[in-house]
């Protein structure tokens, strides 16, 4: 059992940075691949993000390649979302969410409840 809980949610101006953090409870966070996905209003969740259990490789939506960075402390029990040169576009409700393996399935068994990011423009 995993449980998530995001924070660093706010609301910033276009071209603000965000760290959004994403602490797990359970024995199983350091075996497990993570992941960010956003849902904007009116559509559905989509990728963002993802890290290995290691944190030896990432992966990002080409949306945000080059703005977001991905990290985790397997000591902390914590992933987070780094968020620079945001845009109006990023708005959504962010959620992380635990993978079923180390590598990175894409089977994502866990989630968060969420955290609200507005950008203004």
């Known amino acids: 059992q995993v449980q998530l809980v995001e924070s660093g949610g706010g609301l910033v101006q276009a071209g603000g940075s965000l760290r959004l953090s994403c602490a797990a409870s359970g024995r199983s966070f350091s075996t497990r691949a993570m992941g960010w996905f956003r849902q904007a209003p009116g559509k559905g969740r989509r990728y963002v993000a993802s890290?290995?259990?290691?944190?030896?490789?990432?992966s990002y939506a080409d949306s945000v390649k080059g703005r977001f960075t991905i990290s985790r402390d397997n000591a902390k029990n914590t992933v987070y979302l780094q968020m620079n040169s945001l845009k109006p576009e990023d708005t959504a409700v962010y959620y992380c969410?635990?993978?079923?393996?180390?590598?990175?399935?894409?089977?994502?068994?866990?989630w968060g409840q969420g955290t609200q990011v507005t950008v203004s423009s």
């Open positions: 890290i290995n259990s290691s944190g030896a490789l990432t």
């Open positions: 969410a635990a993978d079923a393996t180390s590598y990175g399935s894409g089977r994502y068994d866990y």
